[in-house]
């Protein structure tokens, strides 16, 4: 399905989202976990035809403490890096025996999921080695932004200036994270992979909508999914939901896809709320001061920028001739 | 027959430790995690779904098109409180478990 | 190809994948293992075997990817030596525990520091304890019988364990042999298309590669132990039924001019011909010495052992590998172990050798024999590293 064919693809509504969940509950998740809310809808979205491969962490752990299991979808989990190797295994073997004709000769949709510190940190080599392997499957970044279920340690997808508890501030180091979020979704676009995107659990719809996309779209895709953690973000839990639609309305996290390399910017934050209201709500940025606040608004609101300018370059001439 | 807790003969242990009942944690009712609980006032509910969808544990059930709401599994609502957050004719309030 | 032809050993263990029609190669490069993946690609290239070749970026991705693989259902193979292997060892523990049947071949090499790319069995020694069934070939025929029953042993029912084929690098993996090729049907017949009642289906979800609490996790351990202690009756089992198509008897042990010895040295994969060649020697000199070649390493056959040393004095253990800080080689720990326990236990000493690929030769065989003549009378505790410079 080439990026024309997309059009024909139809759109999940809030009048069509299915009722079962693949995801059941029981599954031993902290209260408010914006996590497992994303996984849930996740896997609602793609239905039974699944397989899904775990990397461990918080996800693993939580649906699959023995003798019990959250999932209603054929599932494996075998360790921390190899979420995206793994998934290649899978797929090899379905393609290999579909077309020796031992399994029905119909698509399974494989994913692999995995939380930031099993996608940009352990698992870097095995996610690069699959997508540009090219494999058929999606490779989902369930991005709380830092190594959560061993105790909130950080990760390369940490932001700047959040407390973790290896990179607390102190009084010698007083900022926290030192080193800026590491670009995953630009890694993943550099595969030259036919669909990456970023989500929110907040923007249920449009990330519906995006794992059900990057299934259909043969070959690898990826997609990065904000995930609130009220436990490790020092957040009460209630406010899951809307720290992931306020990371989206303050630039922080912007949606887009890109389509066979064109940027498509999702939802247009022309008025950026005041990144304080994002950042108050979490008791990870507490120790930050205004300076560094502003600094740090800054750099986001280019960064934002530079994916909405690459978004309107990308834009087909017809486009840019509507908007003139 | 799902077993529920993990102490079984080592004979008892499925195949390679696999589990192969699919979402057998149904069986775990984490219900009794929670110090508060969802209470809707359904004079104010619009049915909008809002609950259902961003209940992390999915434990809102469509009542349909005649009852017009959606009831909480208190078999596994864990209280943290998205729901009444989200909700937004602000029909749910979370009132603390009793002692 | 059929019928007896002369062909580099590697080679011969690709053309047993690819008879085996074996539905996926995970695989990483690495010396000496590098001739079976190379032919397993042009294999797949030339449409000559109908598999999924996945060049992996690295053997932690390979053995992660025959896991994907094995579980979805399919049969499953891979490849690697020393550095690799040990890349991979994460992941070897969760293959049998998740009772996956792969098949892996090492072609045996030394584990660095330093890094020597010549044989030694260092890398396999290191995975003693992973749960897999381990088998060493002697021979080219070996190698290609190994690898085919490999899968047959693997995917069996009452087994569904991975099997890991060694062979020695270079020394075995780069030599020309003899090896004599069976009919694709009669192949067919003993290795019937792999059809496992639990894999990754849509049609029926379950759920592999759980969170073990310690409530189950001992039970668990319990029950991997007796699924490889039990795959040795099959095993067995399994080449009765190889023996019967294709004339050639395998068993878990082979014994060489054992039945009068009073000395018994021990020994596994390639050396041991040079070892029987030696113990041909030895006789014509009139020594009462003979031989054990151990094949099947994991699950290590007791019984089997001890018979064949029963009328002997004293063994002498050959390892190509050490095991530091302890007092003996793995193989020698192995059978010291179990000998001990007997009301009439011979003497045991352990010598090791042909570490990095130094040659093993005829004299260090008669030296070991020699060595064990005499520390029967003085005792020794330490295992003797044979040839080093002083």
New interface residues.
């Given amino acids: 399905m080439t990026a024309d064919a997309m059009i024909d693809f139809q759109k999940m509504t809030a009048k069509t989202i299915p009722a079962e969940d693949m995801l059941a509950p029981g599954h031993r998740a902290c209260q408010g976990c914006g996590e497992v809310l994303a996984l849930r809808l996740l896997m609602k979205a793609v239905g039974p035809e699944t397989i899904a491969v775990s990397a461990t962490g918080c996800m693993e752990v939580v649906s699959s403490t023995f003798p019990q299991s959250s999932w209603r979808v054929p599932w494996v989990h075998v360790a921390f890096e190899n979420a995206a190797a793994v998934a290649s295994g899978v797929e090899a073997g379905y393609k290999a025996m579909r077309r020796k004709g031992r399994i029905p000769d119909k698509r399974t949709a494989i994913l692999a999921i995995a939380g930031d510190g099993g996608t940009a940190d352990i698992g870097l080599q095995a996610l690069s080695g699959a997508l540009e392997r090219g494999h058929d499957f999606v490779y989902i970044c369930l991005d709380n932004e830092a190594y959560m279920n061993t105790g909130i340690q950080r990760s390369s997808s940490t932001p700047y200036g959040a407390m973790t508890t290896t990179s607390p501030p102190g009084k010698v180091h007083p900022l926290g994270q030192i080193t800026w979020k590491k670009n995953m979704p630009a890694i993943a676009v550099a595969h030259n992979v036919p669909y990456v995107a970023t989500a929110s659990p907040a923007y249920h719809l449009d990330m519906m909508n995006k794992i059900r996309k990057a299934v259909a779209m043969p070959g690898a895709a990826y997609l990065h999914v904000y995930a609130p953690c009220p436990t490790g973000w020092r957040m009460r839990p209630e406010l899951s939901v809307e720290s992931a639609r306020l990371v989206v309305q303050t630039q922080v996290f912007p949606l887009y896809e890109v389509v066979n390399g064109r940027y498509i910017l999702s939802r247009k934050v022309n008025k950026p709320k005041p990144l304080k209201e994002y950042l108050q709500q979490q008791g990870r940025f507490r120790h930050l001061d205004d300076k560094t606040v502003a600094e740090i608004e800054a750099r986001l609101h280019a960064e934002y920028d530079k994916i909405a300018r690459l978004a309107e370059a990308d834009a087909p001439a017809e486009e840019k001739e509507a908007k003139k | 027959m799902?077993?529920?807790?993990?102490?079984?003969?080592?004979?008892e242990?499925?195949?390679?430790?696999?589990?192969?009942?699919?979402?057998?944690?149904?069986?775990?009712?984490?219900g009794d995690?929670?110090s508060q609980r969802p209470i809707l006032d359904r004079e104010k509910c619009i049915y909008c779904?809002m609950c259902w969808?961003?209940?992390?544990?999915?434990?809102y059930e469509?009542m349909g098109p005649e009852e017009k709401y959606y009831k909480v599994?208190l078999d596994?609502c864990?209280?943290?409180?998205?729901c009444?957050?989200?909700c937004p004719r602000d029909a749910i309030e979370?009132v603390p478990e009793e002692v | 190809m059929t019928g007896r032809t002369g062909i580099e050993v590697s080679l011969a263990l690709s053309e047993a994948v690819k008879m085996a029609n074996a539905d996926v190669i995970a695989a990483y490069p690495i010396t000496p293992q590098t001739h079976i993946v190379e032919h397993l690609s042009e294999l797949v290239a030339d449409g000559e075997l109908d598999a999924e070749f996945v060049p992996v970026e690295s053997e932690h991705s390979a053995m992660s990817a025959c896991l994907g693989s094995s579980a979805a259902g399919a049969r499953t193979f891979t490849a690697t030596s020393s550095q690799g292997l040990a890349l991979m060892h994460e992941i070897l523990y969760i293959a049998p525990a998740m009772r996956l049947p792969i098949v892996l071949a090492v072609a045996n090499r030394a584990l660095s520091a330093p890094i020597s790319i010549w044989n030694d069995h260092s890398d396999i020694m290191g995975e003693r304890d992973t749960g897999w069934i381990q088998l060493f070939a002697e021979n080219g025929q070996e190698v290609f019988d190994l690898t085919l029953q490999a899968f047959r042993i693997a995917e069996d029912p009452r087994v569904m364990l991975p099997v890991a084929v060694n062979l020695d690098g270079f020394t075995l993996s780069h030599v020309i042999e003899p090896v004599i090729f069976p009919e694709q049907k009669l192949v067919d017949q003993f290795l019937p298309v792999y059809r496992p009642q639990i894999r990754l289906d849509p049609a029926k979800p379950l759920s592999m590669g759980m969170f073990g609490i310690p409530e189950i996790y001992t039970e668990t351990k319990r029950a991997s132990e007796m699924a490889l202690m039990d795959s040795k009756a099959v095993i067995v089992k399994v080449w009765d039924e190889f023996e019967a198509l294709f004339g050639r008897k395998y068993s878990p042990i082979e014994t060489y001019k054992t039945e009068d010895a009073d000395t018994i040295l021990v020994s596994m994969g390639s050396v041991s011909e040079t070892a029987m060649t030696a113990i041909d020697e030895m006789r014509a000199d009139g020594k009462k010495v003979g031989l054990v070649r151990i094949r099947m390493w994991r699950p290590f056959p007791d019984e089997e052992f001890k018979a064949a040393v029963a009328g002997a004095r004293v063994i002498g253990v050959t390892d190509r590998s050490i095991t530091p800080g302890s007092h003996a080689g793995p193989v020698f720990m192995e059978i010291r172990s179990l000998l001990y326990a007997l009301p009439e236990r011979p003497a045991v000493f352990g010598f090791s050798l042909g570490l990095g690929g130094r040659d093993v030769t005829r004299d260090n065989y008669k030296y070991i024999y020699d060595q064990c003549q005499v520390l029967e009378d003085t005792g020794q505790d330490r295992y003797e590293m044979v040839g080093v410079m002083e």
């Fill in positions: 799902t077993k529920i807790d993990a102490l079984m003969s080592w004979k242990v499925p195949v390679g430790c696999h589990v192969p009942e699919a979402g057998s944690t149904v069986h775990y009712k984490t995690w929670r779904a969808i961003y209940c992390p544990e999915g434990c469509d599994d596994f864990k209280g943290c409180g998205i009444a957050h989200e979370m």
